[in-house]
């Protein structure tokens, strides 16, 4: 095979910028090659140029210089003859949520000019291989988070592509439905040689590619497996524990001057040096009852020491304590909920869940797609009314003081949901004064969460213009102005990179140790991990409630020492499917 021949995709030079009123170089001279028959992982921060590269791959987008072949055909001069054998999957893939899973299948193989007879074959297989066919009946708009990437996968496939480009198919699809993608990823790798570049904000699956490119502002820092991503992190890595919580251990920790990383393990820390040469004793140096051992590095700590180079490192930020003192006027739990349901028509979402929250908690809901903890979530915000049971919030009860309860309570959904032709300065501006906040009081508030969470640089910056990560530090800034007691955040990470997530944590565990209560969802296990205690929902009912270390010491594998959060999960979703194979299947 001659070079071009042997790769699935040859970049060589590449240039490409976008002008405007802030002109961005997307990629700054790349030159990168994957390899035929391999799933190769694509990961950065916000803004390396990882759809930007997707998008040049799949002929959407043309180079300002430099060259591409795909498929050992090169892009400018045969760009119909290779788009014809590729298949691209975008982050937000275009269902017909109004067409059934049948329609969008047939819609898009005749956009392929996929024949009759083809689609009798390929129907189906494809059909098998996503699990959806009892649902080619049923409306997309109907499907779960999971179902619909799956749906968008198998859209992708009805051509049978040579190769394949995903990006970001995960995101926002809870831990089973993605396991089932990587499943289907790899069996297509096996079973038809197809090469595939897919790019995630999930670490975890980048360990799973074969082959890894780390993108930085548009430039390649590095392209190697993911087993020598980790093993030049060999003597960095420690596991921490002591008399100390969870939290303040971490910022302890994070305070060291040796002390690149330091991230919730357990009950344990995990710590990346700055180096080889830390002698552990000067890592736990005046910590009470401290006791450390050595960590196998993960490609997580790669991407984390490669993305540091150069920077410093983040400070702690401090913040002001609650005014309001919940353990006198309500000793129980700041949130009550007890025997909560809701129904929407015959169609039950939440059955009976009962739980508490402590103050000063951080407290997680986790779920499958369509577990019913969105629905239960909205609830206990008071932007959802119940159907039967109860809901307390700082001693109110929120079905006859919804807005007293409300008062004190700061909310971030999970779609950016401010004001896209306001500047942050004129949306900070606008929560606060919702929040009743007027005079000198308003414009220092402003002025802190706009340094705390280094939006100063975008304060005349229409808010929909931001780049995403910023449009989540903006929505978490608005929903703090008040200094509430409580913050409700829904998948405040989701489609964010492994930094940005790691910043945002800092705030949420700043935010629980100063006494507000967190209640929190997400998808992202590893965060799972910085809660105090996890409901994990399925079917509409509460599966079990207990605290992350827990959890994982009950679903210890036989000859394993320790299992990851996600194994957790799992273990407990499918136990359930078993027990109850036919669930119905809701957004919720």
Known sequence: MTDQTAHAIVLNKVVKSFHGIHP?????????????????????????????????????????????????????????????????MPQRFGLYEDLSVQENLDLYADLQGISAEKRKIVYPELMHMTGLAPFTARLAGRLSGGMKQKLGLACTLVSSPELLLLDEPTAGVDPVSRRELWHIVYRL?????????????????????????????????????????????????????????????????????????????????????????????????????????????????AFIAHMHQGKRKRSYVDVPAVTHSDRAENPAGII???????????????????????????????GANGAGKSTTFRMLCGLLPVSSGSVRVAGVDLRTAAAQARARIGYMAQRFSLYGNLTVQENLAFFASVYGLSGKTKYERIATVMEDFELITYANTASRTLPAGYKQRLAFAAALMHQPDILFLDEPTSGMDPLARREFWWHINALAESGITVLVTTHFMDEANYCDRLAILADGEVLAIDAPEALRADFSIDGKAEVSMEDAFIALIEHRRQTNPNPVISDG
């Not at 961005?24 to 921060?45: C, D, E, F, M, Y």
């Open 189 to 301: 790798v096996k079973e038809q040689r197809m090469s595939v570049l897919l790019s995630t904000a999930y670490l975890d699956e980048a360990q799973r590619c074969d082959d890894v490119i780390m993108l930085h502002e548009g430039k390649l820092l590095s392209q190697q497996s993911p087993a020598t991503f980790s093993a030049l992190m060999q003597g960095r890595v420690w596991r921490i524990s002591a008399a100390l919580s969870k939290r303040r251990l971490q910022r302890q920790l994070s305070l060291n001057p040796k002390v690149l990383d330091a991230s919730t393990d357990g009950s344990q820390v995990r710590v990346i040096t700055y180096d080889q040469h830390s002698a552990p004793d000067t890592l736990i140096a005046n910590l009470p009852g401290a006791q450390i051992e050595a960590a196998a590095p993960c490609f997580e700590d």
């Open 336 to 366: 009550q909920v007890r025997d909560l349901s809701r129904k929407f028509g015959d169609f039950v979402a939440v059955s009976h869940v009962s739980f508490e929250v402590r103050r000063g908690e951080i407290f997680g809901l986790l």
């Open 24 to 88: 961005v170089l997307a990629l700054n001279n790349l030159s990168l090659r994957t390899q035929r028959g391999k799933v190769t992982g694509l990961v950065g921060p916000d803004g390396s140029g990882k759809t930007t590269l997707m998008r040049l791959v799949a002929g959407l987008l043309q180079p300002d210089t430099g060259e591409i072949v795909v498929l050992g055909d090169n892009l400018h001069d045969n760009p119909l003859n290779i788009q014809s054998r590729i298949g691209y």
